[in-house]
């Protein structure tokens, strides 16, 4: 093998490994992004909710649909463990 070949090789194993990083990390902050929002969601003032409702109601509708479970759960479910 020419050096050539084998600082091919080694980008494209980086490029591999990268991408599979970044696979991994979204797939783990997914999870809690989705948890934050439904925190959020659930502290905000229901007349802020109430606003948004008549600004927004497909909005508003989507949001409650997705974080409106109890103890802002997206799943309505407990996951994991």
């Known amino acids: 093998m020419k050096q050539r070949d ?3 090789i ?3 194993a980086r490029e591999n490994v990268r991408t599979v990083m970044d696979e ?3 797939e783990m902050t997914e999870d809690a992004t989705k948890r ?3 925190a ?3 502290q905000l003032p229901n007349e802020v909710k109430d606003q948004l409702v008549k600004d927004k ?3 508003a509708q989507k ?3 997705m974080y409106g479970q109890p103890q ?3 799943w309505g479910e407990q996951k994991g463990r």
């Open 6 to 8: 084998i600082e091919d």
């Open 10 to 12: 080694t980008m494209q």
């Open 24 to 26: 991994v990390m979204g």
């Open 36 to 38: 934050a929002i439904g």
């Open 40 to 42: 959020f969601w659930a």
């Open 57 to 59: 109601p497909d909005v």
């Open 63 to 65: 949001m409650d649909e």
């Open 72 to 74: 802002g759960n997206p």
